[in-house]
């Protein structure tokens, strides 16, 4: 059986967001057009409120629980981190 192109360490690096999430579970989606992360920690469950906060991250909420985030500007984020991970 042959591998796909997949870099089994990116999901790796994953653990610990995975182990910190509520339930340790995590669904995520990228949404290419919009450069949109989407990440429900309760993919059943449907937002009562949401907030934006200063650094384009978009915290939904149910009640007082937050069940996911909405990450704005995905490939920025990942060419600022490359860039960080480069020159530290």
């Known amino acids: ?4 192109p997949i870099d ?3 999901f790796i690096d994953l ?3 995975v182990r910190q999430s509520p339930g340790h579970s995590m669904q995520c989606t990228y949404d290419e057009p919009a450069d949109v992360v ?3 920690f309760k993919p059943e469950a449907e937002a009562t409120d949401s907030e934006l906060g200063p650094d384009d991250i978009v915290v939904r909420y149910r ?3 937050v069940i996911g985030l909405t990450i704005l500007q995905a490939s920025r984020r990942l ?3 490359a860039q960080r991970r480069t020159a530290g």
């Open 15 to 17: 653990l610990p967001a």
């Open 8 to 10: 089994p360490q990116a």
């Open 1 to 4: 059986m042959t591998m796909p």
């Open 38 to 40: 989407y990440v429900a």
């Open 63 to 65: 009640g007082d629980e």
């Open 79 to 81: 060419r600022d981190a």
